[in-house]
T-cell receptor
Framework: ETGVTQSPTHLIKTRGQQVTLRCSSQ?????VSWYQQALGQGPQFIFQ???????GRGNFPPRFSGLQFPNYSSELNVNALELDDSALYLC?????????????FGQGTRLTVV | AQRVTQPEKLLSVFKGAPVELKCNYS??????LFWYVQYSRQRLQLLLR??SRESIKGFTADLNKGETSFHLKKPFAQEEDSAMYYC???????????FGAGTRLTVKP
């Protein structure tokens, strides 16, 4: 077991609502990355948090925002939900410093927007 | 911009046959390449990375900078290799990881 946990596992929201997804990183990791995986697609990078600050962002609008806490856990917030936001949201934690290291993924949160 | 292309969405082979999952990439720097695998009902996990030059579960992948490819190979496929395989790329010291769309490998008995 990798130790990265996400909550909730499934979620149904109505268009226009807001949602918060949570991720607990693996012990010893200081970096959390979030990905959106639409059906039939590979994960798409949303953003990364390192030491509580955003450290890189993919091609997602500002209504996708995040936080990282002192214990390195993280939240992904999505405002004004749209139907196309329906996807599996993955969180991955890693240890930054000294180059690229392996990212360990959570099991994902399946978000359905109706 | 970095981009990863996996041209085959589906790949089916018989047990014991060789298998090659293709991955091509475009990049604007010096990339690190990875293969991730997702078995049924399990989370995405790292299979191998080019920098370590190791063989995991009999799989190998060689980075060909001339052809910008990082194909995953195994000489004798096993039924337990059936899974979704994703090729991924990141620039050194940039943990923005870009994934391909994935290839679903089915190994038939």
């Amino acid at each position: 077991e990798t130790g990265v946990t996400q909550s909730p596992t499934h979620l149904i929201k109505t268009r226009g609502q807001q949602v918060t997804l949570r991720c607990s990183s693996q012990s010893g990791h200081n970096t959390v990355s979030w990905y959106q995986q639409a059906l039939g697609q590979g994960p798409q990078f949303i953003f990364q948090y390192y030491r509580e600050e955003e450290n890189g962002r993919g091609n997602f609008p500002p209504r996708f925002s995040g936080l990282q806490f002192p214990n390195y856990s993280s939240e992904l917030n999505v405002n004004a939900l749209e139907l196309d936001d329906s996807a599996l949201y993955l969180c991955a934690s890693s240890l930054m410093g000294g180059g690229v290291t392996e990212a360990f993924f959570g099991q994902g949160t399946r978000l359905t927007v109706v | 911009a970095q981009r990863v292309t996996q041209p085959e969405k589906l790949l089916s082979v018989f047990k014991g046959a060789p298998v090659e999952l293709k991955c091509n990439y475009s990049y604007s720097g010096s990339p690190e390449l990875f293969w991730y695998v997702q078995y049924s009902r399990q989370r995405l996990q790292l299979l191998l990375r080019h920098i370590s030059r190791e063989s995991i579960k009999g799989f190998t992948a060689d980075l060909n900078k001339g052809e910008t490819s990082f194909h995953l190979k195994k000489p004798f496929a096993q039924e337990e290799d059936s899974a979704m395989y994703y090729c991924a790329l990141t620039l050194y010291n940039n943990n923005d990881m870009r994934f391909g769309a994935g290839t679903r490998l089915t190994v038939k008995p």
